[in-house]
């Protein structure tokens, strides 16, 4: 079966960095992928980690350690837009994603 | 924009009624997802299909049904609906490949309301 565990809500500061911690406990695991999802709107992949290490894309970066079933999205120099949810995603086979209830993350000026 | 498109945005039924909900995934995408997110919960994966074929079932209940076309759009059906049936359903699509490649992107959903 799939286990996911992320904070249920964070507050940073406009301009600051925040890191979102993401463990998980999966079978056949496949990658790792962080959306962003505002209040009623579609999710929108936001990184995907295969292999240990940080992948770096502009303001966000994603981290996974599969040995210790542990990824974190980190994102900087926020900005008020960043206001949403940040969902981390398991994929096991056939390409199956597993979804936790996700990171409310608040900016604040 | 995605580029996977979903219909209707809105709809309120009753309970009791049944209803389709209508996805055409992003051009060249072969696999079709459907997930559930309900008020203030995690999405929900429903069911995939892979050119026309059933590929994964998740926690889809017997009264929810789905089937990909050959043009490769994809329907759910909802029967016998109850009120906890309201949600958010979302479709999303990913081409063939392997690894980044097999993205998942979501459409804009379709809000449910059974009264």
């Known amino acids: 079966g799939q286990n996911i565990d992320q904070p249920t809500e964070m507050t940073a500061t406009e301009g600051a960095i925040v890191q979102i911690n993401c463990t998980y406990q999966?079978?056949?695991?496949?990658?790792l992928f962080w959306y962003q999802q505002h209040a009623g709107e579609a999710p929108t992949f936001l990184s995907y980690?295969?292999?240990?290490g940080l992948e770096e894309k502009g303001r966000f970066s994603s981290f996974l350690s599969r040995s210790k079933g542990y990824s974190y999205l980190l994102l900087k120099e926020l900005q008020m837009k960043d206001s949403a949810s940040y969902l981390c995603?398991?994929?096991?086979?056939?390409?199956?994603?597993?979804f936790g209830t996700g990171t409310q993350l608040k900016v604040e000026l | 924009d995605s580029g996977v498109t979903q219909t209707p945005k809105h709809l309120i039924t009753a309970t009791g009624q049944r209803v389709t909900l209508r996805c055409s995934p992003r051009?060249?995408?072969?696999?079709v997802y459907w997930y559930q997110q309900s008020l203030d919960q995690g999405l929900q994966f429903l069911i995939q299909?892979?050119?026309?074929?059933?590929?994964a079932k998740g926690n889809i209940l017997e009264r929810f049904s789905a089937q990909q076309f050959p043009d490769l759009h994809s329907e759910l059906n909802l029967s016998s609906l109850e009120l906890g049936d309201s949600a958010l359903y979302f479709c999303?699509?990913?081409?063939?490949?392997?690894?980044?490649?097999?993205?998942?992107?979501f459409g804009p959903g379709t809000r449910l309301l059974v009264l």
């Open positions: 999303a699509s990913s081409a063939p490949g392997e690894g980044v490649q097999e993205t998942q992107y």
């Open positions: 999966t079978s056949g695991f496949n990658g």
């Open positions: 980690n295969v292999l240990d």
């Open positions: 995603a398991p994929r096991g086979g056939g390409n199956k994603l597993t």
């Open positions: 051009s060249g995408d072969l696999s």
């Open positions: 299909y892979y050119n026309g074929e059933e590929r």
